[in-house]
């Protein structure tokens, strides 16, 4: 069984930046695809960021220029730098393996006051 673990999150004033992190309990190499979700409340979960096995990225537009997704397969770690955050980024954000029907974790509180 897959656990991925979030941590990093917190809150912080608008423009400043946090570093989300997501710990797999096993090699993450295997996984095609690895991301981060966040889900606003009254808000459907929506995919911000992911990372391919071959470290091609893609991200939402939003945060576009912002945010960065990082994967370090020695540690079995994906990363998520976030920059220039806005009160908008206000969400519980969740790591995820392997797509939506993947592997899911708890999710970290990020808050960003204006």
């Known amino acids: 069984q897959v656990q991925l673990v979030e941590s990093g999150g917190g809150l912080v004033q608008a423009g400043g930046s946090l570093r989300l992190s997501c710990a797999a309990s096993?090699?993450?190499?295997?996984?095609?695809?690895m991301g981060w979700y966040r889900q606003a409340p009254g808000k459907q979960r929506a995919l911000v960021a992911h990372?391919?096995?071959?470290?091609?990225?893609n991200y939402v537009d939003s945060v576009k220029g912002r945010f960065t997704i990082s994967r370090d397969n020695t540690k079995n770690t994906v990363y998520l730098q976030m920059n220039s955050l806005k009160p908008e980024d206000t969400a519980v954000y969740y790591c995820?393996?392997?797509?939506?029907?993947?592997?899911w974790g708890r999710g970290t509180q990020v808050t960003v006051s204006s």
């Open positions: 990372i391919s096995s071959g470290s091609s990225t």
């Open positions: 096993g090699s993450i190499f295997r996984f095609n695809v």
């Open positions: 995820n393996a392997d797509g939506l029907t993947g592997y």
